[in-house]
């Protein structure tokens, strides 16, 4: 039964035992043709008798067991890849082994772009199998000595070894991004991704794991921000920038909290009338001591942290109270414009039922507009569609915000019940007798109307402009020109500016 090595083995530990010595159990591994078998023998010696018992117990099972926790507790179960414990002992190690030999290592941290959104629209069904193309990919752009981890999410990372010189980081990074973003096909579904990917190196950067993976992280912000789909690399200056995002993050977090916006009107003037017939409201952060913050500077990071869920739904509030004041003075038919975030669409944290409660407690539903922009029409799901369908059936309308920027595809938005289209404020500011964009806008506003679509322009900053706008159609307009987004009393004081 026992081959010759493992019978010296037991010969040597039954000589031991009988010269008093002690022997712990050991394993004997038996390998079968597809399996193997683990057993424990432990020999016992009987108290006051020259007789020894020899327990052989098989406790394969268990060490099945053992080994299949081991790998849930190491493993990432979609990918298969070494999950964040494995990557952080395994980064430790690498570290003290490049300490000791002197040697280099650099850290990958990758995010791929947009993936929620990818999520959202097409279903986490998709997005896992789209995460397990990825962690395949990986997998084959490294060279043998680097070891790919999935932290969690869409987040991964890399610890490249053997680093004889900086272009093989460069050339691996480079790899890695161009596989991402070959077309991923799934099911029916042909998905574009891309990655960005932030670079951190041992020594150069920090000698301690737990800095070298902030730096990466930090560096892949970075990359984020310069447009996604590249590789930066840690520079001390990021270091700066990402406390000052902490620091904003936590203002912006207490400025939920405890209510530091106001929101701010701008006038959308008939252009057949003058008068004032909506207005869009746009919302501004007092912060106590850096004093008013414009949006631009915090619904990005409202965005990524989801904070932009409690801050929609207090814009909509504050909003729709405001209708039946500006009603008074401005006609029974004004409307509130709101803008909305594409996240807020897409993402299961509904507040869509919420929204049209909110609504229909302060005001007809017919009394407002949701701005949104055209990527979300373009990546619709059913259940977007669906949202928009509840939204037209309540009387709600919808405006294309910044169109022309985008895909500006009459198509789909034929499909929808689309009742305006905002014209970019790019276009509208450079206009001119004759020029390209006095016939892009015209254009426009001619295609819109066949539809049944009334046009606003927006950001007009000169009476000639204005003047333009007027001989080509168009039906509203919004800017400067008019008055700037101002809070509620300037905003009835308009009025005695706007009548007739
Ligand atoms: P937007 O929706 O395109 O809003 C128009 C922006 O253009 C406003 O900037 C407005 O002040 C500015 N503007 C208006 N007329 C003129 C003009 O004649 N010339 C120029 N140069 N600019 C003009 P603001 O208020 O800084 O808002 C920036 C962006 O922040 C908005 O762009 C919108 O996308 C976003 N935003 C503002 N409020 C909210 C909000 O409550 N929720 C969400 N999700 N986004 C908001
Ligand atoms: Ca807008
Ligand atoms: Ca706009």
Request: hydrophobic share 40%; aromatic share 10%.
């Amino acid at each position: 039964m026992f081959e010759l090595d493992v019978a010296n083995v037991f010969q040597t530990n039954i000589k031991k035992i009988i010269d008093g010595q002690e022997v712990l159990p050991w394993k004997y591994y038996r390998h079968n043709e597809d399996s193997t078998n683990t057993f424990e023998v432990r020999i016992v010696k009987i108290d006051h008798s020259d007789e020894l018992i020899i327990i052989i117990r098989d406790i394969s099972n268990r060490e099945r067991a053992e080994k299949l926790i081991w790998k849930q507790a190491n493993f990432d179960s979609l990918t298969s890849l070494p999950n964040r414990k494995m990557f952080l002992e395994t980064l430790d190690k690498e570290i003290i082994k490049k300490t000791d030999n002197q040697q280099k290592l650099a850290l990958l941290f990758i995010d791929l772009d947009h993936f929620k959104e990818v999520n959202d629209t097409l279903g986490h069904h998709v997005g896992d199998m789209l995460l397990k193309e990825v962690a395949q990919r990986l997998s084959h752009c490294i060279r043998q000595s680097d070891i790919v981890a999935r932290l969690g999410g869409d987040e991964f990372t890399i610890i490249m070894n053997d680093i004889s010189s900086p272009h093989v980081i460069d050339d691996t990074t480079q790899r890695i991004i161009d596989k991402i973003s070959e077309p991923i096909l799934i099911g029916e579904n042909t998905c574009y991704i891309s990655p960005s990917i932030g670079i951190a190196l041992y020594p150069e950067d920090f000698i301690d794991a737990k800095d070298l993976i902030k730096a990466a992280d930090q560096a892949m912000f970075s990359a984020k921000k310069a447009g996604r789909n590249r590789y930066h690399y840690y520079q001390s200056i990021m270091q700066e920038s990402a406390i000052k995002r902490m620091t904003l993050l936590t203002d912006l977090r207490r400025a939920v909290e405890i209510d530091e916006f106001k929101l701010f009107y701008q006038p959308i003037i008939d252009m057949k009338t003058g008068e004032i017939k909506k207005a869009e409201a746009l919302i501004r952060w007092f912060h106590p001591t850096q004093g008013l913050i414009p949006p631009d500077q915090f619904i990005g990071l409202a965005e990524e942290t989801g904070l932009i869920f409690p801050m929609g739904s207090w814009v909509v509030k504050e909003a729709s109270e405001k209708i039946k004041l500006f009603s008074s003075h401005f006609g029974e038919d004004f409307q509130m414009s709101i803008n909305i975030s594409p996240l807020q669409f897409m993402t299961s944290h509904n507040n869509n039922n919420e929204w049209i409660k909110t609504i229909e407690k302060f005001a007809q539903a017919d009394a407002i507009i949701l701005e949104i922009t055209e990527n979300l029409l373009m990546n619709a799901t059913r259940e977007i569609r669906n949202k928009f369908q509840l939204f037209a059936d309540k009387g709600v309308a919808i405006a294309i915000d910044d169109f022309g920027t985008g895909y500006s595809s009459l198509a789909y938005i034929k499909e929808y019940d689309v009742d305006f289209l905002k014209i970019d404020q790019s276009f509208v500011n450079s206009l001119l007798p004759q020029s390209d964009d006095y016939i892009l806008c015209e254009a426009i506003v001619v295609m819109a109307h066949k539809l049944g679509i009334q046009v606003v322009a927006e950001g007009v900053e000169a009476e000639e402009q204005c003047e333009l706008l007027k001989l080509m159609g168009c039906d509203f307009a919004q800017g400067y020109y008019f008055s700037r987004p101002c809070d509620d009393e300037a905003f009835i004081n308009l009025q005695k500016q706007f009548s007739i």
